[in-house]
């Protein structure tokens, strides 16, 4: 898509025609390059060369090769930082600032400032659905799919 971001990036990458980001990391699936702006030095974003908006987009042959290169990547980004581990996530549609599905490998160091918070945290029950009706909420959509 030529309005897409990303998608620019895996072309240049792919032509050698520009130097539209710092690629890291590139074969026939999918391109790692550093983020422009980053949280810390070695924040590496991956994307799939095809362009999809989600994971659940992402054809299931490339399911695999996909985390394979985000598995060698958080490996290599962790090792090159000489960090005490990373953050690795994805968001999908909310908080996603380029609708193309994308891998953040983010370096992390104990005591680095960085307050990643999962919250507010619900309990089931009450005025919400139970772990169980939620359960066979989903359980029934997988049947669904």
């Known amino acids: 898509m030529a309005d897409c971001a990303f998608c620019r990036i895996v072309t240049a990458e792919a032509d050698a025609s520009s130097a539209a980001a710092e690629v890291v990391y590139a074969d026939d ?13 070695g924040h590496t974003l991956l994307v799939p060369r095809t362009h999809v908006v989600t994971y659940a987009d992402l054809p299931a042959e ?6 394979a290169a985000g598995q060698r ?4 980004v962790q090792s090159a930082m000489a960090s005490d581990g990373s953050l690795v996530l994805m968001n999908n549609v909310v908080s996603q600032s380029v609708p193309h599905l994308h891998l953040h490998v983010i370096p992390r160091r104990f005591k680095d400032g960085l307050r990643f918070w999962l919250g ?3 309990r089931y029950g009450g005025e919400r659905p139970t772990m169980a009706e939620t359960g066979a909420a989903i359980r029934a959509a997988l049947a669904a799919s």
């Open 73 to 76: 990547l958080s490996r290599a």
């Open 29 to 41: 699936v999918c391109v790692g390059f550093l983020d422009h702006r980053p949280l810390f030095v």
């Open 120 to 122: 507010p945290r619900v």
């Open 62 to 67: 490339r399911v695999q090769p996909f985390f």
